[in-house]
């Protein structure tokens, strides 16, 4: 049985996303290799070769693939998909774009964010924003499979993989015009083993000032509820939830978030969590490790003292 | 110009859904329904570009037992024009729905084809990217900003660092993200008007589509609950917690 992951990068550099698929792939068991399908990512492929357990890095290096398109990508691992009985992504927003386009084209049925390897055609995944995991049980001959990077651990960087340079070059319709993306010198949502994350009740984007203070002091992340994105608060980059990132850090602090059901299945498998909020009726209690019933503006500078 | 809006009839988004006792599937008897909230942002979409005077007709469809005409009329209301309705009562996977949007497709030509991203029950996201792998069309998914010039759509749209923009030739397929629009609400005189707006219905085996069973669901559980923690009085009594008793700063 072999495995292909496709590895999550920025041309610059490889995501830990990838090690955690990685991992999911170990427990289906095979050989694995990566794609890195990119341009001029050589640090990437050089990360993907170090993945414990990856004997082989594919390499399609062309500007053709800088962007990452959905629409040739996809061909590109159609057309090495012969070799393989299984297709592995993150649930990124490039693995979710790519991987539904290879299944339809092998004709196959795909998996979205499987949480659990069960056995190595039977999976776990949530539904109804977590409300409910069901226990899949693929029929078909090749699986196509985006991973939740946050259910698993990432696999060390001990391994030797060997490079292999693809050929293939494909060229899509579709055009890159512009790319904006979010400059913080803080951790990735998906990376951090803190994560502090605001909602509605910060009242504005320039009051996400006192969560930034906090986080640079701990080393963490800031993160927001859809409320506080649609209220134009932040970035929608930024959001945790159901249509947003789902994390799982060490500690989550949700501060003037009141716990819609579409929030909490982004964060609930954190490992502690902790709630400050002024309404003791606020939903977001019912998950949390630790409560604090207290005025944010108040709360938040004076943590911010004592840590 | 032509917009097809495939929609998906789900529970809705303020429900919280619970799973039956023999653990065969969640159960949805007697719970509200509605259009899916992304489909909805979807139409939005394709009756604004009506509004604009760049589509010329509003088509959606949907797949489903007979209920889902519940959805296509509220899309109605909402402003499309006329609605199709591909009846079932399986419960399909993503892959077998884009294989029959295909067949609406070959037939309506439509220039542009919009999604919403994923569906709140089955969370796949899935649907809207097959059908452009069926169709071999260009696809841009996860929308918060659509513009279409001529022959040619721009789209912006949500990606995991911040937001990429692509432009492609039409036909090409669309998904929308949360911030491309605030869907209206129906007005009464419309909810009316849309009551007598076409709705075609058709069985699968009409559309000439072979479906194959690709999976069987095994069991739908709770997730583990996670247990209520405790209330601090304080911020100094919740730093000694984390501190000394969960050791997480």
Redesign the interface.
Known sequence: MAILVLAEHDNVSLKNDTAKVVSAAAAIGGDIHVLVAGVDCSAAVSAAQSLAGVSKVLVANATQYGAQLAENVSKLIVELAGDYEYILAATSSVGKDTLPRVAALLDVAQMSEVIEVVSPDTFVRPIYAGSALETVQSLDDKKVITVRSSAFDAVASTGKAEVVNLSQVIDASTELVSESLTESVRPELGNAGIIISGGRGMGSGENFAILEQLADKLGAAVGASRAAVDAGFVSNDLQVGQTGKIVAPNLYIAVGISGAIQHLAGMKDSKVIVAINKDPDAPIFQVADYGLVADLFEAVPALNQLV | MKVLVPVKRV?D?NV????KADNTN?DTTNLKMALNPFCEIAVEEAVRLKEAGIATEVVVVSVGPKAVQEQLRTAMALGADRAIHIETDEAL???SI?KLLKAVQDKEQAQLIIFG??S???????????????TDL?????A?EVKIDGDVV?VS?????????????LPAIVTV???LNEPRYASLPNIMKAKRKPLAIMAVADLGVNL????????????VE?K?????????A??D??KNE?K??
């Open positions: 529970v988004a919280k859904v619970r799973v969640v996977v993503p892959l884009a991203k994923q709140i029950d089955g969370d796949n996201n899935q649907t809207g990217q097959m059908l452009a792998a069926l260009p696809q841009a998914t996860f918060s721009t749209r949500e990606i995991d660092g911040g937001v990429q923009t692509l432009k492609m030739p993200d949360l911030r194959k069973t690709h999976q069987t669901i095994i069991s739908v559980t709770p997730p996670r209520a923690g405790i209330m601090v009085s304080s911020v100094e919740l730093v917690k984390l969960a997480v700063i």
